[in-house]
Structure formats: structure tokens, C-alpha cells
T-cell receptor, first 112, second 117 residues
């Protein structure tokens, strides 16, 4: 079963606007990661946030993690048409044999 | 950065044939490799986890006799879809992880699109 649930399922914004995507999960995690997938392509790792971290930045990306609410958000600032893609959150549970569990994904469309 | 390749990138085959997909870690040794399947507009579903030199661990509902996984070396894992049928048509993605360097990050391949006629 899927651990992460993103919302909204689809998001359409104008270029230059900010995009906020949320992910909720059910059980305690080691870390949470966000990935991007362009249509028909592989996954691109965006950012990893550990369970003891609350916020991380990478370029135009900002990720927050609230372990008390079991939720994370991904903010893309000053969006570009090239940001159009599907975005997935994935959680890791467990130790050396941990595996990623993906959410259903969010389809982001950035209109030029 | 760590690079994972998959071959072929796409394949079309007739129903009943077997198809082998290769996953290679190009610049690191992958102690563990993962195989995922993704249907159109859906998320990635983990099929199996393979550790080098041992049998793969399959997720519930995945037929191990249909999806044969071999992880014979630290840089190569193969997934063979045996007697493929149209319902096996999907996007298959592998990922590789190395804990030798102390990391737990997974690096994903570009995926293989399988179409069974």
C-alpha cells in the first residue's frame, strides 16, 4: 500500500507563480524525499529531508517536514514552464533494508 | 553523481515471449537494487528488492515465477518478464543503492517501456 498521499492531485499555475504541493504519510519515517518525473521519463531526485530536520532549501525548492502532523510540503518558487512534470513524495522506513514507498503523485502544469 | 542505466529503453514484443531488462550502476557498486512498475498516470509500485548474490524479495501480489530477477554482480541486475501478456505492458524502473559508502540514497534508472502486443 502507498505510504504517501500528495495533494492536490493536479495543479495548474502561471509561470512566475509559486507552486506548493503537500504530502501526508501514515507511519513514522526515517526520511522523506521528493522526486520529479517528466512524462515518460525516469525519476529525478530533488531533495531529501531527514526526520530530525524541519526545513531544507535547494535552489528554488523549499521542503518542510512536520513529523507531528506526518506531512511535508514542497514549494517551488518563481515557477517555469520547464517545471511542468509529475512530483512524487517518497518515504523511507526502517534500517539497512529500508525501501522507498511512493505517493500517488501530483501533476504540475506551468503555463507560459 | 551516481548513474544508473537501463537497457533497453523501450521494447515491443509479441504475447507469450520473454523480455529481459538490464539495470546497471555505472560508477558505483550497488549492494541493493529495486525494481518498480508504473502504469500510465499512476505512481511507482515496488515489485521486488534484490541484494547481490541472494534471492530477490518480492512484494505481495508480484509473481516471482513471472518476473525473474537476477542480481549476479554489484553493478548489474536483470528483470525478465516471462511469457509476457498485454497486461504486463508498463514502464519498468530500476533503482540502485549502495551502503558501502554509508549512504542509503537510491539512484534511479531512466526506465524501460514495455509494450506487449
Amino acid at each position: 500500500s502507498q505510504q504517501g498521499e500528495e495533494d492536490p492531485q493536479a495543479l495548474s499555475i502561471q509561470e512566475g507563480e509559486n507552486a506548493t504541493m503537500n504530502c501526508s504519510y501514515k507511519t513514522s519515517i526515517n526520511n522523506l524525499q521528493w522526486y520529479r518525473q517528466n512524462s515518460g521519463r525516469g525519476l529525478v531526485h530533488l531533495i531529501l529531508i531527514r526526520s530530525n530536520e524541519r526545513e531544507k532549501h535547494s535552489g528554488r525548492l523549499r521542503v518542510t517536514l512536520d513529523t507531528s502532523k506526518k506531512s511535508s510540503s514542497l514549494l517551488i518558487t518563481a515557477s517555469r514552464a520547464a517545471d511542468t512534470a509529475s512530483y512524487f513524495c517518497a518515504t523511507t522506513i526502517g534500517g539497512a533494508n529500508s525501501k522507498l514507498t511512493f505517493g500517488k503523485g501530483i501533476t504540475l502544469s506551468v503555463r507560459p | 553523481g551516481a548513474v544508473v542505466s537501463q537497457h533497453p529503453s523501450w521494447v515491443i514484443c509479441k504475447s507469450g515471449t520473454s523480455v529481459k531488462i538490464e539495470c546497471r550502476s555505472l560508477d558505483f557498486q550497488a549492494t541493493t537494487m529495486f525494481w518498480y512498475r508504473q502504469f500510465p498516470k499512476q505512481s511507482l509500485m515496488l515489485m521486488a528488492t534484490s541484494n547481490e548474490g541472494s534471492k530477490a524479495t518480492y512484494e505481495q501480489g508480484v509473481e516471482k515465477d513471472k518476473f525473474l530477477i537476477n542480481h549476479a554482480s554489484l553493478t548489474l541486475s536483470t528483470l525478465t518478464v516471462t511469457s509476457a501478456h498485454p497486461e504486463d505492458s508498463s514502464f519498468y524502473i530500476c533503482s540502485a543503492r549502495s551502503v558501502i559508502a554509508g549512504g542509503h540514497e537510491q539512484f534511479f534508472g531512466p526506465g524501460t517501456r514495455l509494450t506487449v502486443l
